[in-house]
Each structure stands twice: as structure tokens, then as C-alpha cells.
């Protein structure tokens, strides 16, 4: 990168590297303008900026337009994070017709989830299925298998086998209520990034933080809720080469344990 920028006579601060993934880490020069655009963890720990929306977000960080320091969520995002919240529901589920349907549930609705993406990616889709996959997914998952929402499924299912209640529950309140209120505040009334992961804010992080914790407060005492729904929001704003929707509920039934 250096050698063609010396050839073509450019200085690296004048360069905008726009990044996806770690293939494209050896062009981020320290220098220049680094913007991640739904990058992996390699890239979002490099990058000054992360973009997680639009590309057309990326341009007032190029000096285009306007710049905007927050944003409505998007209705998909809206939607995503209402079926993330909605993840509360299964331990009480559990808790009423046992461990068993629910981890079939569990299985069934995984198998769903990827027969419809598979159909989606060859053109076809699943009845109903693919229609709410089409509401809730991003930009970047419309064009490719979105593995997201698996992991969702599986740190609530490995959450529920691996921890006794209640504690298991007030993990998957923490991660259902603090995750999606991190996401949906970070992108309405973020204003600081986070110096560690520059695509997460402190105010999404604090309001995670707090839903979280009233969320677990349903399953657990307050002083567990507190705890997991810190160490959950602390794991939230990590760039973390696994994806968060496993590490976060079982986090966060991890520290139940510890502190009771």
C-alpha cells in the first residue's frame, strides 16, 4: 500500500481506507482515515470509524454532506431487536413446560431459520419465515447466509443446559433486554464512541446496562442482576473475535454463578 501511494505520489493522510474484514487490514495504514463498514473484529479494533448501516453513512465521515451525530433506527433494526428482546420469553417458557420442548423449539426453529436463508439465496423463501428474516435482516445479511441469528439461538439454548435456574434466566433477560436496548440507544443517542470498538457508544452501553439489569430482575436478586448485567455489557462492548450472542448470556450466567 505504502509503495503504490510513494508511486502515485499520495500521502497516506490523505488516504480513506474503507474496510469489511481482515483481508483488507494491511491497507489501514496508521495515517490515514480508517472506517470499518460491518467489519470483522480485526478490522473494528483498527478502525477510527465503524459504520454498521448504510454506505451511505460513510459519507459524512468523508467529509460529504452533512455529518450526524446519531440517527433513528432503522425499521429493521427496530424489528431485529424487538425478536432479540423477545428472547426473555424462553425461560419462562422452560419454566413452564420444561427444558426439553424448548431445546426441540430451539432445534426446530435453527432448521427453519437456515432451510429459509438457504431458499433465500437461491432465489426462493420460506412462508413466512423469509418474510420476518427480510424485515429484520441488515444491508450486508441480505447477500449472504446471516449466522447471527444462530448464535442468538444457541448462547440462550447452551444458557439454559448449562446453568440451573434461575440463574439461566437472568442471563438470557441481561443479553435479550441489554443487548438490544445497547443497540437501539447507542444508534438513537450514541455520542461517544467507545475507545476500544469505535462502533459501540457509552450511552448504549449504560442503557444496556440498565435494561439489563431490570430485565434479569424478574429471575435473579438484585445484586446477581447487577452483577451479570455489568460483566454482560462489559463483554457487549469488547471486539471479540466470537460473536457476542453466544459470549454475553453465558457471561453473564458465568458472574451469576460466581457472585451467588
Same mark, same amino acid.
Given at each position: 500500500?505504502?509503495?503504490?501511494?510513494?508511486?502515485?505520489?499520495?500521502?497516506?493522510?490523505?488516504?480513506?481506507?474503507?474496510?469489511?474484514?481482515?483481508?483488507?487490514?494491511?491497507?489501514?495504514?496508521?495515517?490515514?482515515? +480508517? %472506517?470499518? #463498514?460491518?467489519?470483522?473484529?480485526?478490522?473494528? %479494533?483498527?478502525?477510527?470509524?465503524?459504520?454498521?448501516?448504510? &454506505?451511505?453513512?460513510?459519507?459524512?465521515?468523508?467529509?460529504?454532506?452533512?455529518?450526524?451525530?446519531?440517527?433513528?433506527?432503522?425499521?429493521? =433494526?427496530? %424489528?431485529? =431487536?424487538?425478536?432479540?428482546?423477545?428472547? %426473555?420469553?424462553?425461560?419462562? &417458557?422452560?419454566?413452564? !413446560?420444561?427444558?426439553?420442548?424448548?431445546?426441540?423449539?430451539?432445534?426446530?426453529?435453527?432448521?427453519?431459520? @437456515?432451510? @429459509?436463508?438457504?431458499?433465500?439465496? +437461491?432465489?426462493?423463501? !420460506?412462508?413466512?419465515?423469509?418474510?420476518?428474516?427480510?424485515?429484520?435482516?441488515?444491508? !450486508?445479511?441480505?447477500?449472504?447466509?446471516?449466522?447471527?441469528?444462530?448464535?442468538?439461538?444457541?448462547?440462550?439454548?447452551? *444458557?439454559?443446559?448449562? $446453568?440451573?435456574?434461575?440463574?439461566?434466566?437472568?442471563?438470557?433477560?441481561?443479553?435479550?433486554?441489554?443487548?438490544?436496548?445497547?443497540?437501539?440507544?447507542? +444508534?438513537? $443517542?450514541?455520542?461517544?464512541?467507545?475507545? $476500544?470498538?469505535?462502533? +459501540? *457508544?457509552? =450511552?448504549?452501553?449504560?442503557?444496556?446496562?440498565?435494561?439489563? #439489569?431490570?430485565?434479569?430482575? $424478574?429471575? !435473579?436478586?438484585?445484586?446477581?442482576?447487577?452483577?451479570?448485567?455489568?460483566?454482560?455489557?462489559?463483554?457487549?462492548?469488547?471486539?471479540?473475535?466470537?460473536?457476542?450472542?453466544? *459470549?454475553?448470556?453465558?457471561?453473564?450466567?458465568? *458472574?451469576?454463578?460466581?457472585?451467588?
Amino acid at each position: 500500500m505504502r509503495r503504490i501511494l510513494e508511486i502515485e505520489g499520495l500521502n497516506p493522510r490523505d488516504c480513506i481506507v474503507v474496510a469489511d474484514d481482515r483481508n483488507n487490514a494491511p491497507m489501514m495504514l496508521s495515517e490515514a482515515l +480508517k %472506517i470499518g #463498514f460491518h467489519p470483522d473484529f480485526m478490522v473494528r %479494533i483498527r478502525a477510527d470509524h465503524v459504520v454498521t448501516g448504510s &454506505l451511505m453513512e460513510i459519507l459524512p465521515l468523508m467529509g460529504i454532506g452533512e455529518p450526524r451525530a446519531g440517527a433513528y433506527p432503522s425499521g429493521n =433494526e427496530v %424489528i431485529r =431487536e424487538f425478536i432479540h428482546a423477545c428472547g %426473555i420469553l424462553v425461560p419462562l &417458557l422452560s419454566s413452564l !413446560v420444561g427444558l426439553s420442548p424448548v431445546v426441540l423449539l430451539i432445534f426446530a426453529v435453527v432448521l427453519l431459520y @437456515s432451510i @429459509s436463508e438457504w431458499a433465500m439465496m +437461491k432465489g426462493g423463501n !420460506v412462508p413466512i419465515f423469509s418474510q420476518i428474516i427480510r424485515m429484520a435482516s441488515t444491508h !450486508v445479511e441480505a447477500y449472504g447466509f446471516a449466522s447471527a441469528p444462530v448464535f442468538f439461538a444457541l448462547g440462550i439454548l447452551f *444458557t439454559l443446559i448449562l $446453568f440451573p435456574a434461575p440463574v439461566s434466566g437472568g442471563a438470557v433477560a441481561v443479553f435479550a433486554f441489554g443487548d438490544s436496548a445497547a443497540a437501539l440507544f447507542g +444508534k438513537a $443517542f450514541g455520542r461517544r464512541p467507545l475507545p $476500544f470498538d469505535k462502533g +459501540k *457508544t457509552l =450511552e448504549g452501553s449504560i442503557a444496556g446496562f440498565l435494561l439489563g #439489569f431490570l430485565g434479569a430482575l $424478574f429471575f !435473579v436478586d438484585p445484586f446477581k442482576a447487577l452483577a451479570g448485567a455489568a460483566v454482560a455489557m462489559f463483554i457487549e462492548s469488547l471486539p471479540l473475535p466470537v460473536n457476542d450472542n453466544l *459470549t454475553i448470556p453465558l457471561a453473564a450466567a458465568v *458472574t451469576m454463578v460466581l457472585v451467588g
